[in-house]
């Protein structure tokens, strides 16, 4: 078992940066791939980008590939989500989750997931 918590959200102004943080506490965190999905009201959960368990695989939805950027700090139990050149379609709430296997883009092969962090994105 693994607890996620996701901090760093806020409201942005377009074009500008945020920083998303995923603390882990449990089992060892190092054993799981990581990943960030995002969410808008009455639509399902949305691959962002996944990073697998010593960070020598990312993999990046098309739509933030070259914006966004994910990195791990196992040592600390931590996963980033840099968000650089941001857009209005950026907002939602963002997910981390985890599972013990490669990355994925589907929501349900998750079985751990935080409680999520809004991020909003004004013109």
């Known amino acids: 078992q693994v607890q996620l918590v996701e901090s760093g959200g806020g409201l942005v102004q377009a074009g500008g940066s945020l920083r998303l943080s995923c603390a882990a506490s449990?089992?060892?965190?190092?054993?799981?791939?990581m990943v960030w999905f995002r969410q808008a009201p009455g639509k399902e959960r949305e691959f962002v980008g996944g990073i697998n368990w010593n960070g020598g695989n990312t993999l990046y939805a098309d739509s933030v590939k070259g914006r966004f950027t994910i990195s791990r700090d196992n040592a600390k139990n931590t996963m980033l989500l840099q968000k650089n050149r941001l857009k209005p379609e950026d907002t939602d709430v963002y997910y981390c989750?985890?599972?013990?296997?490669?990355?994925?883009?589907?929501?349900?092969?998750?079985?751990?997931w935080g409680q999520g962090t809004q991020v909003t994105v004004s013109t």
């Open positions: 989750a985890a599972r013990r296997s490669t990355i994925t883009t589907m929501a349900a092969d998750f079985g751990f």
């Open positions: 449990g089992r060892a965190f190092s054993v799981y791939t």
